[in-house]
């Protein structure tokens, strides 16, 4: 079963409206979580690092205001696309190292959300 | 720095038809190699993956050797089934990178059609 849990799988919002993903761990703790956006037909582009406890390392051309990262919790992090355009709309996906029993992998992914901004 | 070059796509093949996927990597340190899947809509899902040279990585019909003289990653099926459509990403995470990065190619589109 899925180890990173990301949440809402779809959104559809209006321009101007601050939309919330969350990404959780499951069974296991993460100190770290990525984040990555994904055009259509392209690769994944890592925007952030997420860190428990302080601040997110944001990957160059990434706006640290539009794309607000909390890592409230060893379980959670959670990326806030403020005011949110059309050009925002994409597929964004989270991922966290595994640890212990879960340390097979560099990195587990989470199912992604679908981000669709009118 | 490091990168991943994969054979882009689409890749359109029929039913039971022998799979290739190149990719080729440059790394400074000492990589493992992976190979993910991501079906339509979703995330990325761990297909195999190989930590050392020679080794062999293989998964629900898919393989791919390790090799470090050409270093190459190939990902190869012996017959495709319609369910094995979806976006295949080679990947490695460097020794040299903290925290488990990885460094993703661009990904190939595997279209099987009936």
């Known amino acids: 079963g899925a180890v990173v849990s990301q949440h809402p799988s779809w959104v559809i919002c209006k321009s101007g409206t601050s939309v919330k993903i969350e990404c959780r761990s499951l069974?296991?703790?993460?100190?770290?979580m990525f984040w990555y956006r994904q055009f259509p037909k392209q690769s994944l582009m890592l925007m952030a690092t997420s860190n428990e406890g302080s601040k997110a390392t944001y990957e160059q051309g990434v706006e640290k205001d539009k794309f607000l990262i909390n890592h409230a919790s060893l379980t959670l992090s959670t990326l806030t696309v403020t005011s949110a355009h059309p050009e925002d709309s994409s597929f964004y996906i989270c991922s966290a190292p595994g640890t212990g029993l879960f340390s097979n992998q560099p990195q587990h992914f989470g199912d992604g959300t679908r981000l669709s901004i009118l | 720095g490091d990168s991943v070059t994969q054979m882009e796509g689409p890749v359109t093949l029929s039913e039971e038809a022998f799979l290739t996927i190149n990719c080729t990597y440059t790394a400074t340190g000492y990589p493992s190699l992976f190979w993910y899947v991501q079906y339509p809509g979703e995330g990325l899902q761990l297909l195999l993956k190989a930590t050392k040279a020679d080794d062999k990585g293989s998964n629900k019909g898919f393989e791919a050797t390790y090799r470090k003289e050409t270093t190459s990653f190939h990902l190869e099926k012996g017959s495709v089934q319609v369910s094995d459509s979806a976006v295949y990403f080679c990947a490695l995470s460097d020794s040299n990178n903290a925290g488990n990065m990885l460094t993703f190619g661009g990904g190939t589109r595997l279209m099987v059609k009936p």
């Open positions: 069974d296991f703790q993460a100190t770290t």
